[in-house]
């Protein structure tokens, strides 16, 4: 009987494929006029069969490849190939990237989605590594499985500037639903290094200290890279899998631009999401451990509840966000009664206070990416003094760590901050953490704060 079923769900898979060839063969047919009344974008979609998105990117035989899911897995998506691909050639700037971005975003197509992110600091030399990312990157990606309602659906997106029928046939003829066999392995770790080491870094945490004495800022996040390099080389996919399984209340994404080169992570923190004129955005910050018992669990959460240094850490924060909310929001919002609750994750627990607001009817996702990012949980308070100093300071190239990664649509958006992350090179992954300094932080403490935030990784590599 189970193997029927199989069998039934692999000739429905064969249907499904063949009926999206007859949509893309009638849609190419209508070339080059423009396609369909004069839409920037064709989005073909068809039902298939539930099946585990991670797995069948895995099994996917295209250089270019994506994977978003949403805090609560409700919206999960991979996607392969490019129908258009944004980078920075052109120039810089966040208003000129969304404004390329919706020039192909129309009400004719809401559900089409450009994936991607930004470097943390644009203006800083990027690394060897970092360097296929650019300042930004956006995609939209030539196929798509996703997740949603609990439909899944195989998308196929056609762009009006440019595509090939012969192209696009052959890579919807390489595109397989096979995923048994695939490889579930990780290498072995055969070495590993901090960037800097401890005691360098918390000679940057005591010269960050003193730095309070003159009043230059009041929080600086100074961040760590652990390289580790395995026996050969490590798939993206099945350590996100892993992770996927394991890290709760995260937002789960892949940017690969290349083979063997991808950048992954389980972020707890929205930067924010727009739906036309209401955004949501949080600001978390503050750590402990989870308990090994739910009295130990609550014991730590009261205890970091009424840390004096937490919640100083922590209003930095959402006092960050709230002066970017002074420029984006009507002038009768009301922030000032924001509660304080925890945000339990799998081994770690934040505090985190979130935002719920209407913007003025000007602001756009550009100002809203200029404005509030960094928060003071990944760069400092006041943010532009903390940005410099973590230039001095910082021995590594951040690249996309702890800057906006998310997706873009008609009249909606979501950005996280790409935190609890590694980038994918080969052989070697580099995991990135960092810690909130504030006056009465102890560099031994923050150092191994840095180890718990990193702990969800390491705990699947092993």
């Given at each position: 009987m189970a193997h029927k079923c199989q069998q039934d769900k692999v000739d429905d898979i064969k249907q499904t494929v063949k009926l999206m060839a007859k949509k893309v063969?009638?849609?190419?047919?209508s070339s080059p006029k423009p396609l369909y009344q004069g839409q920037k974008i064709i989005r073909l979609t068809v039902q298939v069969p539930d099946q585990p998105l991670l797995p069948w990117l895995q099994s996917q035989n295209f250089s270019l490849k994506t994977y978003w899911s949403n805090r609560e897995n409700r919206f999960e998506v991979a996607g392969v190939g490019a129908a258009d691909y944004i980078g920075d050639t052109a120039g810089y700037g966040y208003r000129r990237v969304f404004d390329r971005l919706h020039n192909y975003l129309d009400h004719s197509n809401p559900d089409v989605r450009y994936y991607g992110g930004f470097k943390f600091a644009p203006n800083q030399t990027s690394h060897d590594s970092w360097k296929r990312f650019g300042r930004y990157y956006f995609v939209l990606p030539r196929f798509e499985l996703i997740k949603s309602k609990d439909k899944t659906l195989f998308v196929c997106n056609l762009h009006a500037d440019g595509y090939d029928h012969t192209s696009i046939m052959a890579q919807l003829e390489a595109i397989t639903f096979e995923t048994d066999g695939i490889d579930n392995g990780i290498p072995k770790i055969i070495s590993e290094k901090n960037f800097p080491g401890k005691s360098r870094w918390k000679a940057s945490v005591q010269s960050a200290l003193a730095a309070f004495e003159t009043q230059r800022y009041e929080k600086i996040v100074l961040a760590r890279k652990r390289a580790l390099e395995f026996s050969d080389n490590?798939?993206?996919?099945?350590?996100?899998?892993?992770?996927?399984?394991?890290?709760?209340?995260?937002?789960?994404?892949?940017?690969?631009?290349?083979?063997?080169?991808?950048?992954?992570?389980?972020?707890?923190?929205?930067?924010?999401?727009?739906?036309g004129r209401k955004l949501q955005s949080e600001a978390v910050a503050g750590t402990r451990t989870r308990g090994r018992t739910s009295?130990?669990?609550?014991?730590?959460?009261?205890?970091?509840?009424?840390?004096?240094?937490?919640?100083?850490?922590?209003?930095?924060?959402?006092?960050?966000?709230?002066?970017?909310?002074?420029?984006?929001?009507?002038?009768?919002?009301?922030?000032?009664?924001?509660?304080?609750?925890?945000?339990?994750?799998?081994?770690?627990q934040h505090l985190i206070a979130r935002f719920d607001i209407k913007l003025k009817d000007s602001v756009s996702d550009a100002e809203l990416i200029e404005t509030l990012h960094p928060t003071a949980a990944v760069g400092g308070y006041p943010k532009d003094k903390a940005v410099e100093e973590i230039g001095r300071l910082e021995e590594f190239n951040r690249g996309w760590y702890a800057a906006p990664v998310g997706w873009v649509k008609q009249d909606a958006a979501e950005f996280v901050v790409a935190i609890r992350c590694g980038l994918v090179k080969n052989n070697t992954l580099n995991l990135y953490s960092g810690a909130g300094i504030v006056r009465?932080?102890?560099?031994?403490?923050?150092?191994?704060?840095?180890?718990?935030?990193i702990d969800m990784f390491l705990s699947v590599l092993t």
């Open positions: 063969e009638a849609a190419l047919a490590i798939n993206p996919f099945i350590i996100l899998q892993k992770l996927k399984d394991k890290a709760s209340n995260s937002y789960k994404f892949c940017f690969q631009p290349e083979d063997n080169l991808a950048f992954i992570g389980a972020s707890p923190e929205l930067l924010y999401y727009r739906k009295q130990e669990d609550q014991s730590l959460g009261e205890e970091l509840l009424g840390s004096e240094k937490d919640l100083r850490e922590h209003r930095y924060v959402v006092d960050s966000v709230k002066d970017a909310f002074v420029s984006l929001t009507p002038p009768s919002l009301n922030c000032n009664n924001m509660s304080v609750s925890l945000l339990k994750l799998a081994r770690i009465g932080s102890v560099p031994d403490n923050e150092w191994d704060e840095m180890n718990n935030k």
